[in-house]
């Protein structure tokens, strides 16, 4: 809602404030919490009054964004009074001079410690530094450990912002976006929130890629009365039969999310018109004991199968071996009346329950000890595993993070079968850490399914695996890179650190000792430039190899030196300096100086043979007509980054106020782009594809590269193109010629494919 300040009277807008606030009221009244109202509104008293004249930048009274955040916790998350409170009382300290110690005086200790949390990590997880970055992100995590409400409420918080984000500058809304998509949702997803994942990547994807936002939302408008009448043909034989089994059920289908089917099409290679799984079937029964849960699901699963084909390999049991976020539910993928396969759905309305709020909101002020705190305290425990790598260095601690937090996970056993939850990809070496660090530490192979495997190998979901020991074996620095789990790496760290402990503290001496003899303060970010430049992922790598003479500092020069090079230091490009002249790039046209660059507004993109205002990033290489951001880097230069480019998703989380909004302005070059063809092999294919897209196209071709397999060739076409026009064009095209299957741009490198 945008109030803005000339339409409405101060009565008037009472009037909204007071009914929005009766509205979060009412919800808590329909919940089966305690009823505490009065303490309820004695903190919305309090926030209003605090807030008073403040404004938001849509224009509408400030008061109204903390009665939103109180009311997504409450009713979309299922909190109670306590968070309530600490969710209308979240910005106060913040934004007002009213301390901790004054709502402790008010509310009591524990809404003040919520508040005091939830104030640590105000203003989004990350700061303009690499460091703070990692510092502050380990605040919401030792937060967490210490009370998840907090993480709960700051994600009411966030979801809030990225419903109002349409008033943000477009700088803004890239870092906010970007942020969310890389922490937020799948952090929303850990917690078993779905819903809210969900809308957090739509809206994500809304502001990221707004054409593409635009053009999938109105595909799925356009199609709604199609997938009604298949869902009708597909549900009302599986109706029959559970009316006929005497059940209380519910049965919807339920529609793909914007970014998922965004997602499978970029991921996949294929139109919106391929993604068949556009919906599934849920059907959510009611069970009054729980206990019998599993045997109703089971039954309905008898049911559907009797009236369709299944997919053997699409069957999902997560009532027997739930998620590690408490999700519960028994999958199973058929065939439909049309032919394609539709995935069902079926879970009880506990599980349904659990599955849209997220259990971690029924953890102790709801349920007790049981099995629900016991998946909690796992992932908790998995959290501080994190936060106790000696690692500090925020980029590789936000990819940890990134890896190991939100990855998909596999469950193995052990010989005695205990169950263990471990990332994707896990190893040998994995199982071992995690069992113990000297089982890790002294780790020589494993048996896996009773076959003998090396440490590195690769496991499966539902592998049995036995470690295998020696008192002579020692831990190797390269076994990290068979780890996936960060509490294998840090229990392998811990142990190697013992024996590398010198050799880092010898680096750190020759480091500083370069510093005082360049005259020059040692800070986080000068020694982030460093690892930089010596392309080393943490600070213990950059001291060890410093102390081990891997590295040299000889000729590394420090550009705020007084004893640099005055030649040296003209060179320096820096975005404002007037005074720079162009810097000429050995491979490619002029970059221009681009001037004083305001984040606030649209940077346009110039780019012609002679000259530009921009560089590429060396991570993907975007054409015009991609969406792109700029990031101004450390030279002063605005990097291009395609918005699916994996690195992107790290600048935007991490380096927020140096982010650009941009879009393509005068653009007059070729860029290079790839192409995979796909098609069944015919003497003289090879001829028609180069003559089409020399000849009739003129296209540059920089290489071509073709494997066959019998009948089938696969094809990866290099060619210089103006824009993503031109390459939409030229795979319509291919796609015409006979024998030719598809024709695709390549992903952006790093994406998945």
């Known amino acids: 809602m945008d109030l803005e300040r000339k339409q409405l009277s101060t009565e008037e ?36 009054k605090a807030h008073g004249g403040i404004r938001r930048r849509s224009g509408e009274p400030y008061i109204l964004h903390p009665i939103a955040v109180a009311k997504i916790a409450s009713q979309e998350i299922g909190l109670g009074s306590t968070s309530i409170c600490a969710a209308l009382l979240h910005d106060v300290v913040e934004d007002t001079d009213y301390t901790v110690e ?15 949390g939830l104030t640590k990590i105000s203003g989004g997880i990350f700061g303009d530094k690499a460091s703070l970055q990692a510092e ?32 943000m500058a477009p700088n803004k809304q890239y870092k906010i976006a970007g942020e969310t998509l890389y922490i937020y949702a799948p952090l929303a997803y850990r917690l078993g929130l779905f819903n809210i994942k969900t809308e957090l990547e739509d809206l994500s994807f809304k502001y990221e890629h707004p054409a593409a936002y635009k053009q999938i939302s109105d595909q799925l408008r356009d199609s709604e009365n199609r997938r009604q009448a298949v869902y009708s043909d597909f549900s009302t034989p599986i109706l029959e039969r559970l009316n006929g089994m005497g059940l209380h059920y519910e049965a919807k289908a339920r529609v793909k999310s914007a970014y998922s089917i965004w997602r499978k099409m970029e991921t996949k290679h294929i139109p919106f018109e391929e993604v068949y799984d556009l919906y599934a079937v849920r059907i959510i029964f009611d069970c009054d004991d729980q206990a019998n849960e599993k045997a109703v699901a089971w039954n ?52 349904d329950e659990i599955a849209e709020k997220g259990f971690a909101a029924h953890w102790k002020y709801k349920v007790g000890e049981g ?33 190991n937090l939100f990855a998909a996970e596999i469950v193995v056993f052990t010989p005695k079968g205990e169950l263990l939850t471990l990332p994707a990809k896990a ?28 440490l590195s190998h690769r496991l499966n979901s539902g592998d049995q695996v036995e470690v295998l020991t020696s008192q002579s074996q020692k831990p190797k620095p390269e076994w990290e890179s068979f780890l996936t789990s960060a509490k294998a790496r840090t229990r392998l760290r811990k142990a190697l650190r013992s024996e590398i402990t010198p050799t880092i503290e010898n680096g750190r001496r020759i480091l500083q000792q370069f510093m005082d003899d360049a005259e020059v303060k040692l800070t986080n970010e000068v020694l982030t430039k460093m690892m930089g430049y010596y392309h080393v992922g943490s600070r213990d790598d950059f001291f060890y190899k410093l102390g081990a003479g891997e590295v040299s500092l000889e000729g590394y020069v420090l550009k705020d030196s007084p004893k640099a090079s005055p030649g040296l230091l003209k060179k320096i490009f820096r975005i404002g300096s007037g005074k720079s002249k162009p810097q000429q790039s050995q491979t490619g046209p002029t970059i221009l100086t681009p001037g004083k660059v305001n984040m ?16 590429f990033g060396d991570c993907c290489r975007p054409v015009p007509g991609d969406d792109v951001m700029g990031f101004v880097n450390d030279d002063g230069n605005v990097e291009v980054h395609s918005l699916t480019c994996p690195r992107a998703q790290v600048l935007k989380a991490g380096y927020g106020p140096r982010i650009v909004a941009t879009r393509w302005s005068t653009v007059l070059s070729t860029f290079p782009a790839m192409i995979l063809i796909e098609g069944v092999d015919r003497h ?26 019998k009948e089938v060739f696969h094809c990866r076409l290099g060619v210089l193109v103006r824009d993503t026009d031109v390459i939409n064009e030229l795979c319509a095209k291919i796609k015409k010629i006979a024998g030719v299957q598809s024709a695709v741009r390549e992903a952006e490198s790093g994406e998945e494919s």
Not at 22 to 42: F, M, P, T, W
Not at 304 to 317: F, N, Q
Not at 438 to 450: L, M, P, Q, R
């Open 13 to 48: 807008e009472d009037r909204i404030i007071e009914a929005e606030f009766q509205d979060v009221l009412a919800g808590y009244l329909k919940s089966n919490h305690r009823k505490k109202v009065e303490i309820i509104e004695r903190a919305f008293r309090f926030a209003k």
């Open 102 to 116: 004054d709502i402790q005086q008010q509310f009591g200790p524990k809404i003040a410690e919520l508040v005091s």
């Open 136 to 167: 502050n992100f380990r605040k919401l995590l030792l937060t967490m450990s210490e009370d998840i409400r907090v993480v709960l409420i700051k994600m009411a918080d966030r979801l809030h912002n990225m419903r109002t984000l349409g008033s």
């Open 300 to 351: 309905i699963y008898a049911a559907i199968t009797d009236l369709y084909r299944l997919h053997p390999e699409r069957t999902r049991d997560w009532i027997s071996t739930p998620k590690a976020n408490g999700y519960q539910a028994l999958h199973l993928t058929v065939m439909g009346p049309d032919g394609n396969w539709i995935e069902v759905q079926i879970r009880s309305r506990r599980m």
């Open 371 to 403: 099995e629900e705190e016991s998946e909690l305290h796992a992932w908790l425990g998995t959290i501080k595993d994190i936060l106790d790598d000696p690692n500090p260095n925020a980029v590789d601690f936000l990819d940890t993070l990134k890896l």
């Open 427 to 454: 190893s040998v070496l994995d199982v071992a850490f995690t069992l113990h660090t000297e089982i890790g530490s002294h780790c020589i192979a494993g048996k896996v399914n009773h076959k003998l495997v090396p």
């Open 600 to 615: 606030k507004e649209v940077y346009e993109l110039s780019y012609n043979d002679h000259e530009q205002n921009f560089v």
């Open 684 to 709: 003289g294919i090879l001829h028609e594809l180069t003559q089409l897209i020399s000849n009739q196209l003129n296209i540059d071709i920089r290489s071509l590269h073709i494997d066959t397999d």
